[in-house]
């Protein structure tokens, strides 16, 4: 593989992570699938999982946390899950992209991004490092930036915004064609986060890649994403391609969510707040729905029952969504 | 009241191999923001915004110009002097999770404060538990659960809003909340935003917002001014509502076009303006400071300053040559 978008399979992918009071999933039973060339966006807050489920991507999630069940299958891969040691780590950087949450403090302090960019070089075994270093400086400046400007430069001497392009470069220099970005634009400002996602769209159409994006920031997947999966208490809540689940979400939860966000046309006082507070890995209930606790449509059955995911083929795309009232509202 | 006329900041960075470089963070800043009343900085990241909030909550000195609290000038007063007025004026900042000390209950936390204002106007042991518990029921949260909490038992919210408790104890006549949101959870920023808004409505507090998201903005009310900065200079000053309905500076535009649309639910503006580059700092100063980077510059914009000022046909006040009505925000689709 190497040179076409992979699809991605994941398949009831449980993570655990080990705390004093036993093991506790981080990610729960979780579906979802990459279809190649797409670009899936997925929304969350704090502790949602959604770091969680994208670092599974890689096979990285550290200790105490492990992956206690399920599959991810990656095109030309194979499951990503059963990999080991050198296999897998040869695997991430050439097939798998990742650009780290606050990517601009994810560089060495010490060496020019140019040293760093013949370190990954090296460590992937690249013979030709001249062509990685003329790669990389198209890619840079594709990205509008000065390319041997920016591989002479420390961290230090780039702005936040060049620093997440950078990240973007490293991901992609080794021809990877499945490219993670973790919050790719929390703490930049909105022109910089503007120009950042327009260059995601650009790069992930001009190189045919099959990119995820995870982000707190609905706004963010209403810009770039194809299709838009939701996660709360570490379990996907709602999915589906992401015009229809900002148009007409079903789930309370992405409902409040895009309610709560300020606007900048109409009554601000329609703009609500959800009540509670998003659950921990402690507080989030181990049977029944998750959202429950914050939920205005709250039924005895939810205190018990996790709500199965139901699917509807749409016609651009499938839609799922885990919730009683909504499964409830449909067969009535 | 508090008022600032030509507020001048330099920050000078001194360089051994490249020689000093200065970096001109203000450059002669009018503001005014009445009793009570609320006002907004809008800018990009290096704009002058937060240097001018940590000037007016006193954490800032300044170069040139005055600020007047309660008509008092401060650049005559001593450090000691000053104190009392810069009290006033409380300081929210962005992050919850340092602004709190780890090893220190709530309790701990607000009694330190109270403690002195009690001393200063000699009230009793009583009045300071009492205080406490009103501070917090002030802000939303429940004295009896939260009093006896280390910060790292509090969710984000819950911590942003003991801050705005410890703010409280001093009687401030106004807050400043710099990026008070940014770090908090989306679905809990509204409730500090609403927050903010009532207790300038219930208690009379002064709000000064500083944030780059425009919509946060409006949750200081409709009768809040916001005032757009840019390199240290405000190009476009009005009423919150009118300026983002109808801006007429690029720049403003620039900021307004690149908020995320809601595809699905809303329909972009028409004519969105992008920046031509990316702000840099160590571009020439002559001119107009963001003709460089704006679409619509003319002749004018190389050789001379636009000031801040009120044309005919747009009722704020904005610095540019050619300004110009554009539709660059998104409405929602019910309304196309």
């Given amino acids: ?332 | 009241m508090i008022t600032g006329t030509g507020v001048v900041k330099t920050f000078k960075q001194r360089g051994k191999m490249l020689g000093a470089r200065e970096v001109r963070a203000l450059r002669g800043v009018d503001f005014a923001i009445p009793k009570g009343g609320a006002a907004s900085f809008i800018g990009e990241s290096g704009c002058g915004k937060t240097t001018l909030g940590r000037i007016i909550a006193g954490l800032e000195t300044y170069d040139e110009g005055e600020i007047e609290i309660g008509g008092v000038p401060m650049s005559g007063l001593k450090h000691k002097q000053r104190q009392p007025h810069f009290r006033k004026i409380q300081m929210i900042h962005q992050d919850p999770y340092s602004a709190l000390n780890p090893t220190r209950t709530v309790h701990q936390t607000l009694h330190a404060p109270l403690t002195l204002r009690a001393g200063q106007t000699g009230r009793s042991r009583a009045w300071i538990e009492e205080r406490a518990a009103e501070v917090l029921s002030l802000v939303g949260l429940d004295p009896g659960t939260v009093l006896s909490r280390y910060p790292h038992q509090l969710s984000g919210g819950m911590r942003q809003r003991v801050v705005i408790a410890r703010a409280l104890t001093v009687d401030p006549e106004m807050l400043v909340a710099d990026e008070a949101v940014s770090m908090i959870d989306v679905s809990l920023r509204l409730g500090i935003l609403a927050l903010l808004k009532d207790l300038r409505e219930r208690l009379g507090v002064s709000v000064l917002f500083i944030t780059h998201d425009v919509a946060t903005a409006r949750y200081i009310g409709a009768d809040g001014e916001l005032y757009v900065i840019y390199r240290g200079q405000v190009v476009e000053r009005g009423a919150v509502d009118t300026i983002i309905a109808d801006p007429v500076h690029p720049y403003t535009q620039s900021l307004l076009s690149a908020i995320p649309v809601l595809h699905g639910l809303e329909q972009p503006g028409e004519q969105p303006v992008m920046p031509l580059e990316s702000l840099d700092e160590s571009q020439s100063d002559a001119g107009c400071l963001f003709a460089r980077r704006c679409p619509f510059r003319g002749e004018r914009c190389a050789e001379e300053r636009p000031l801040l000022r009120i044309t005919e046909g747009a009722p704020q006040e904005h610095a540019c040559f050619y300004p110009e009505r554009r539709d660059v925000i998104a409405r929602p689709m019910s309304e196309v």
């Fill in chain 1, 1 to 332: 593989m190497g040179t076409q978008a992979p699809g991605v399979r994941i398949g009831g992918l449980t993570v655990v992570y080990k705390t004093p009071a036993g093991e506790l999933p981080a990610v729960r039973d979780i579906s979802l699938t990459l279809e190649p060339g797409t670009i899936t966006g997925i929304v969350g807050e704090s502790g949602s999982g959604k770091s969680t489920l994208a670092l599974s991507l890689l096979n990285a999630v550290q200790p105490p946390g492990r992956i206690a069940a399920g599959s991810v299958e990656i095109d030309g891969l194979g499951d990503v899950v059963g990999l080991a040691g050198e296999e897998l780590r040869k695997a991430r950087g050439r097939h798998i992209g990742y650009v780290f949450q606050a990517a601009q403090n994810s560089l060495n302090p010490l060496k020019t991004v140019g040293k760093q960019l013949l370190d990954l070089g090296r460590s992937h075994g690249v013979e030709d490092l001249r062509g990685l270093v003329r790669e990389a400086q198209e890619l840079l400046g594709r990205m509008g930036l000065d390319g041997a400007r920016v591989l002479d430069s420390h961290q230090h001497e780039l702005s936040g915004g060049m620093r997440q392009r950078v990240g973007i470069m490293l991901a992609l220099v080794l021809n990877a064609h499945l490219v993670v970005l973790d919050e790719p634009t929390t703490a930049l400002d909105m022109i910089t986060q503007a120009n950042i996602l327009k260059i995601v769209r650009e790069v992930h159409a001009e190189r045919g890649l099959t990119t995820l994006v995870i982000t707190h920031d609905i706004g963010v997947v209403a810009e770039v994403a194809d299709r838009l999966a939701v996660m709360y208490g570490g379990r996907l809540v709602e999915q589906g391609p992401t015009r229809e689940v900002l148009g007409a979400p079903q789930h309370p939860y992405t409902k409040g969510l895009i309610k709560a966000i300020p606007r900048l046309v109409g009554d601000i006082d329609e703009a609500r707040a959800l009540p509670g507070r998003p659950p921990t890995l402690a507080t989030v209930p181990k049977q029944g729905c998750v959202f429950r606790e914050r939920c205005a449509l709250r039924m005895d059955v939810c205190d018990d029952v996790d709500p199965a995911p139901q699917v509807d083929q749409g016609e651009r795309g499938p839609r799922t969504v885990a919730c009683h009232a909504v499964t409830v509202k449909e067969h009535a």
